[in-house]
């Protein structure tokens, strides 16, 4: 069997492989085809508008800030205080309506126990709305 020399000389194949991306483009149009017609909300609602200058900003009581620090000291409202103190301002704050945000500030260092504990002595005295406070990355 002899070989023709007519016009390859082993050079490099100048056709593409097709197939390939056929199968990649059936997979994209199958997959297209499942996931469009989830796109459309069949259930239309009207949200309602945020107004910035609501009655209800008016109400709103100011936030207790507890600091806490790496060694355990706490600071609520920038005034020492102690676990029991802290146990009674949570009830105290818990009654009021509507209900103050507990911000807790605590050292990066400090254990996480504290910290649920703390969240434990809220929960139990009846607040719902607690915050942590962080600070943002700086950027140099």
Do not use: Y
């Not at 991306?21 to 949200?47: R, Y």
């Not at 109400?59 to 146990?87: C, Q």
Request: glycine share 6%.
């Amino acid at each position: 069997m002899s070989m023709s020399t007519g016009g390859s000389s082993g050079g490099p194949m100048s056709e593409i492989n097709v197939t390939p991306l056929v199968d990649v483009m059936l997979v994209l149009l199958i997959i297209f085809m499942i996931t469009a017609p989830l796109m459309s909300h069949s259930v239309t609602i009207t949200l309602p508008n945020a107004n910035p200058k609501t009655k209800e900003d008016q109400l709103v009581t100011p936030p207790m800030d507890l600091a806490v620090k790496e060694d355990g000291s706490m600071f609520l409202n920038d005034h020492p205080a102690t676990d029991a103190e802290l146990r009674s301002q949570f009830l105290v704050n818990a009654q009021k309506v509507p209900q103050p945000e507990l911000q807790i500030r605590a050292d990066k260092g400090l254990e996480f126990k504290v910290v649920k504990k703390i969240i434990a002595d809220a929960k139990e005295s009846g607040m719902v709305h607690v915050g942590f406070m962080t600070t943002a990355e700086r950027k140099e």
